[in-house]
């Protein structure tokens, strides 16, 4: 088994076998809490006019998401864990739109043979499944900030999930206390917590608390229906 770790949206273009596309902070932690809360499924779309245009068409659908990390006008979720943790999706359909994660999986869905999200809250039934499926080639494709800079988050996920499935162990407090003194501290500045939220980084660098993939499949229209399998 080839393991790549791949970074933003070129790295999701160079996408082969078994993409994990992985958005730690928040947007594959808030959909895996969506599936968890009952959510018949997710369909991930790259642009706010195409999550617009699904609900005209479908008036009961649930429209998540953010550019830059504010809720985007009309929406009814922003891109925060702590607020859809609580929310009963049962038998809906969220439509989901994220300035870095959702992009990359319409991306890496171009070239992939499949496709599955990656965060550590669901880290180990990743690593299961792959471990299942067995692929040549896995690429770990770490989305970054909005898609345009590097991260410590998501490229920690990606080498949390080689390691293991390496065989080699991982210090996962020590990339905690890492993310929460790098590219996590705008979620302890006062000046950015207005969208930013103390609790939501805490809820995303939790590991291992569902046991379910969320993987990908093309859905009418160009977007990407994320439906769970248990591992």
Do not use: W
């Not at 992985?22 to 932690?29: M, N």
């Not at 922003?78 to 994660?101: E, R, Y």
């Not at 988050?153 to 003194?181: G, Q």
């Amino acid at each position: 088994m080839k393991i790549k770790i791949l970074q933003l949206l070129e790295g999701a273009r160079q996408s082969e076998g078994l993409a994990v596309v992985i958005d730690v902070l928040r947007a594959f932690t808030v959909a895996c809490h969506v599936i968890e809360n009952g959510a018949e499924k997710i369909i991930a779309v790259k642009d706010v006019e195409a999550a617009f245009s699904l609900r005209e068409e479908h008036p009961g659908y649930v429209l998540i998401g953010e550019r830059y990390e504010a809720i985007v006008p009309g929406f009814d979720f922003g891109n925060h864990p702590s607020h859809i943790a609580p929310v009963d999706f049962t038998g809906k359909t969220a439509v989901l739109t994220t300035s870095a994660g959702t992009l990359g999986l319409v991306h890496a869905a171009d070239r992939a043979d499949e496709v599955i999200t990656g965060s550590f809250v669901n880290a180990g039934a990743i690593i299961r499944y792959i471990r299942e499926r067995q692929p040549d080639v896995v690429s770990l494709v770490c989305m970054g900030y909005s898609a345009e800079y590097e991260v410590e988050e998501d490229t920690f996920c990606a080498e949390y999930i080689k390691n293991a499935l390496e065989n080699r162990p991982s210090d996962f407090e020590e990339m905690v206390r890492i993310v929460r003194e790098t590219s996590g501290r705008r979620f302890f500045d006062p000046a950015t917590m207005n969208h930013s939220l103390p609790e939501d980084f805490e809820m995303c660098m939790r590991l291992n608390i569902f046991d379910f993939v969320l993987k990908a499949t093309r859905e009418r229209g160009g977007g990407l229906a994320l439906f769970r399998e248990t591992v």
